[in-house]
């Protein structure tokens, strides 16, 4: 028993010698042969190896030298028919990374944070015109990826109105183009407006009233024109025209209180100076022996007014030659002929070379024959009811315009003759013939207005008027010329024509002008 047990060792140990000698690559045919390798054992890098089949094996157990090979020690055989199951490698956990997103109109910024971080270096909210932006609220502990918007609010700008210690203001937004100012605090006499000012969209901006002076006018009645002064609430007094001289009267201008409102319109209020002392005047009655005639002046004031009684009795006439005397010549430079007085004689003023005004009374029925022949009488209102101007009645003065009224009947022959600075003359609707040389010599004439009711021109009565440049007819049918001779007639168109009539009455030297329907 001994015996076999000791067999049996030897032969393993025979077997291990085998198996150490192929383990080490020897193939020079020793008895040993390699021992079987199991395929689970694990490799010297601490790898599995699968199970394969030994090289260079045949079905009788030997190898490629004739040796018997040992089949491989019983293990769990590897059933081909159920492969092994391929287990995927195991993904380590994706690691979370901890950002924050900022996010406004086209910009996007990121930046990354601890979690023990409790706050981080924002970037600054672009800026977006007419609003004022912030980032929203966030929280850091929540971790990982944060995102965060701006948000954006409307600015409302400011406009402060400022006038009189009161301050108005208005907001108003990118949104607004302009904006509409309060009322401007009044002033009496001012008027009030905003200064100018521009939407800035950005700092506050302050408008002030300014006040102007509103200015008033007043106008005032000079002749046929109307003198305009203007006034503030500044002013206490206005600077007013001269009253248009009126002899015999004071004048002076009405308009009321300074009212500082709408224009005003003055008026000149005349008062009576008080008559010449009927003392300064040598009298007579009148032929009829109803009133009385001045019959001289005596006296030596420059501005006389005739008084309208004597002894209780009318003064109904001034004198022939009563004025021309040397003081008077000289001296006498207005006068008032007052009411009652019908008729100025022969010369009454003739030669009195200073008198510039001479106011006629509307009882006045007759001018004498140079009655202001040689005055300096620049104007004169001839009343309506007058009926006679006589011979060179303004001969040689200084008139420079006469309306002949339509009450007048009759003017004499060269009534205005020599008037050089007469410039325009009308003729009324009463007047049947302009007399000889009527107007002869008045070089400054240069319109004349004849009256329907004339019918006849005498010779040469616009002679010498070389400025005449427009006659108006105002009744222009069954006019002719008349030579002394022979009658021609005068076309029609000719005296529409107002240029062509002026030329026809300055060239009427030798004939005259007749108006008939035969």
């Known amino acids: ?4 047990k000791l067999l049996i060792g030897l032969l393993l140990l025979s077997l291990c010698i085998a198996a150490v000698a192929a383990g080490c690559g020897s193939s020079s045919g020793t008895v040993v042969d390699k021992l079987p390798i199991d395929n689970n054992m694990p490799k010297p890098d601490g790898s599995e190896t699968k199970p394969s089949v030994p090289p260079n094996t045949s079905g009788d157990g030997e190898n490629s030298n004739g040796d018997t ?18 287990v995927p490698p195991e993904t380590p956990p994706e690691e979370v990374e901890n950002i924050v997103v900022f996010i406004a109109e086209g910009f996007e910024y990121t930046v990354p944070y601890y979690a023990e971080d409790i706050a981080i270096n924002e970037p600054a909210v672009p800026e977006k015109r007419g609003y004022r932006g912030k980032w929203q609220c966030y929280d850091l502990s929540q971790g990982g990826k944060i995102t965060v918007h701006a948000e954006y609010k409307l600015i409302n700008y400011i406009i402060t109105f400022t006038a009189d210690n009161e301050s108005f203001e208005i907001t108003y937004t990118i949104f607004d183009s302009t904006v509409q ?37 007043v106008y005032f009645p000079v002749g046929s024109e109307s003198i305009l002064r203007t006034y503030t609430i500044s002013d206490s007094a ?55 005639v001045v019959n001289s002046y005596k006296g030596t004031d420059s501005n006389v007014i005739i008084p309208s009684f004597y002894k209780g009795l009318p003064v109904t006439e001034v004198g022939t030659f009563a004025f021309s005397n040397d003081f008077c010549e000289k001296s006498l430079n207005s006068v008032i002929i007052s009411e009652n007085v019908t008729k100025i004689g022969n010369g009454a003023f003739t030669y009195c070379f200073e008198l510039t005004e001479a106011e006629l009374p509307s009882t006045l029925l007759e001018i004498e024959i140079e009655a202001f022949s040689y005055t300096a009488i620049t104007e004169i209102n001839l009343p309506q009811g007058l009926a006679k101007i006589g011979q060179k009645a303004f001969t040689f003065t200084k008139l420079k315009s006469i309306v002949i009224p339509d009450s007048v009947t009759d003017i004499g022959e060269f009534a205005f003759k020599g008037c050089k600075q007469l410039q325009s003359a009308v003729i009324g609707n009463g007047l049947k013939a302009i007399k000889q040389q009527t107007f002869w010599n008045c070089e400054a004439l240069k319109t004349v207005e004849i009256g329907e009711s004339v019918e006849q021109i005498c010779k040469g009565a616009f002679e010498s008027c070389t400025a ?27 005296l529409t024509d107002t240029a062509v009539a002026a030329q026809l009455l300055k060239n009427a030297i030798s004939t005259e002008f007749i108006k008939s329907d035969s």
């Open 468 to 494: 005449l440049e427009s006659a108006v007819f105002r009744d222009i049918t069954y006019w002719h010329l008349f030579d002394g001779k022979n009658t021609s007639t005068i076309i029609l168109e000719k």
């Open 1 to 4: 028993m001994k015996k076999l």
């Open 238 to 292: 206005i600077n007013e025209p001269e009253v248009p001289h009126k002899a015999g009267y004071t004048g002076e201008w009405r308009y009321g209180e300074l009212t500082f409102g709408e224009d005003m319109y003055a008026e000149a209020v005349y008062t009576p100076l008080p008559a010449t002392s009927v003392k300064l005047f040598d009298w007579k009655l009148n032929s009829n022996g109803n009133g009385y």
């Open 69 to 86: 090979q040992e089949p491989p020690s019983p293990t769990e055989p590897n059933d081909p028919t159920e492969p092994e199951p391929d």
């Open 181 to 217: 100012p309060p009322q401007a605090p009044q002033r009496k006499g001012y008027n009030a407006v905003w200064e100018a000012f521009t939407l800035t969209y950005g700092e506050a901006i302050t408008v002030n009233a300014i006040y102007t002076p509103i200015i008033y006018k």
